[in-house]
């Protein structure tokens, strides 16, 4: 049996449950309360290709990103966010050549797109492989423009 209760500015959420040990109490942040999850496989190239959306002028925030694939001389992989006016920025830009390649990447800190930006993904080069992400969709009061971010990031 568990109980949620949701603290107000403190955006946790604190979960008692049982265990063969007894009563334990679990902290939770947004990232593992909320979040959600894509994954995509290929076998040749892909163009560039929506990975995740947001909603409107929502904004995507990456938690953890995972990147296995062949070794391809001559291969590449690409995600990255971009815009309608398209505005764009990498993620992770990834040479594929004479090993395989294995991302895995939790971050601890932000790596949130701006209003309206949608994460690609590119596939040069015909080699199988797949990515795994899990993001937060946020609204559009915690999301910023692009410009905005482009001036506090030092673009």
Excluded: C
């Amino acid at each position: 049996m568990w109980a949620v209760q949701i603290v107000g500015s403190l955006n946790k959420v604190f979960q008692q449950f049982k265990t063969h040990w007894g009563y334990a109490l679990h902290t939770l942040n947004y990232r593992q309360v909320h979040g959600l999850w894509q994954s995509v496989s290929w076998t040749a190239a892909v163009v560039k290709t929506p990975l995740v959306s947001p909603d409107g002028e929502d904004s995507i925030e990456i938690s953890d990103i995972l990147i296995t694939a062949e070794k391809k001389a001559g291969g590449s992989i690409t995600i990255h966010f971009e815009d309608a006016a398209a505005n764009t920025k990498d993620v992770v830009k990834s040479t594929v050549a004479d090993g395989v390649l294995n991302v895995a990447s939790n971050f601890g800190g932000k790596v949130q797109g701006w209003q309206g930006a949608v994460l690609y993904y590119t596939v040069v080069g015909t080699f199988t492989g797949s990515i795994l992400i899990t993001f937060v969709k946020h609204g559009k009061e915690n999301s910023i423009a692009y410009n905005q971010m482009k001036k506090s990031s030092g673009w």
